[in-house]
């Protein structure tokens, strides 16, 4: 039972970190992507999470360094 509720106060802390304390640190966009992995990763699994994640982060870097310039 002690180990159960040591669990649960680390995911609510974590949930805490991830959410609360970012709200001003990161970018709209950011938060947006934040909240989408932890959506997916409750909804479906942790590692469909973990690939979602992946997937947008990696989507989101092409956007940001191809910027739509044609040489």
């Not at 040591?6 to 970190?17: A, C, T």
């Amino acid at each position: 039972m002690i180990v159960g509720a040591l669990i649960f106060v680390l995911g609510i802390d974590l949930v805490k970190e991830a959410l609360w304390d970012n709200r001003h640190r990161a970018s709209w966009s950011e938060y947006i992507t934040i909240v989408s992995i932890i959506v997916t990763m409750t909804v479906w699994d942790f590692v469909i999470g973990v690939l979602f994640g992946i997937v947008v982060c990696c989507r989101r870097l092409c956007l940001f360094f191809g910027g739509g310039r044609t040489k």
